[in-house]
């Protein structure tokens, strides 16, 4: 089993930045890519981005490309998500998740772990 935890969501301006940590407990952090997913209301859950078990590869949504930064220590079994550039329409429940596809996967059914969630918002 693996827990994972999220922290850093709030509320934000528009064109503000926020980091997003998901911090990690159980197996092996390092045997696991992780990606970032988001929810809105009323909408399906949206990949993000993922990183792979290493840090040295990372993928993105179009949506969120160039804005966002995933990394990831593995010394600290923790991954980030840097928002920048935050829009209104980035609003949603952010979920960290892990994937025993250690070159990461942008498809939810890929992740066998998920955290519980941190909510962000940004104003207009």
């Known amino acids: 089993q693996v827990q994972l935890v999220e922290s850093g969501g709030g509320l934000v301006q528009a064109g503000g930045s926020l980091r997003l940590s998901c911090a990690a407990s159980g197996r092996t952090f390092s045997n696991y890519a992780m990606g970032w997913f988001r929810q809105a209301p009323g909408a399906d859950r949206e990949f993000v981005g993922s990183i792979n078990w290493s840090g040295t590869s990372t993928y993105y949504a179009d949506s969120v490309k160039g804005r966002f930064t995933i990394s990831r220590d593995n010394a600290k079994n923790t991954v980030y998500l840097q928002m920048n550039s935050l829009k209104p329409e980035d609003t949603a429940v952010y979920y960290c998740?892990?994937?025993?596809?250690?070159?990461?996967?942008?498809?939810?059914?890929?992740?066998?772990?998920w955290g519980q969630g941190t909510q962000v918002t940004v104003s207009s």
């Open positions: 998740a892990a994937s025993a596809i250690r070159t990461g996967t942008n498809k939810s059914p890929g992740y066998n772990y």
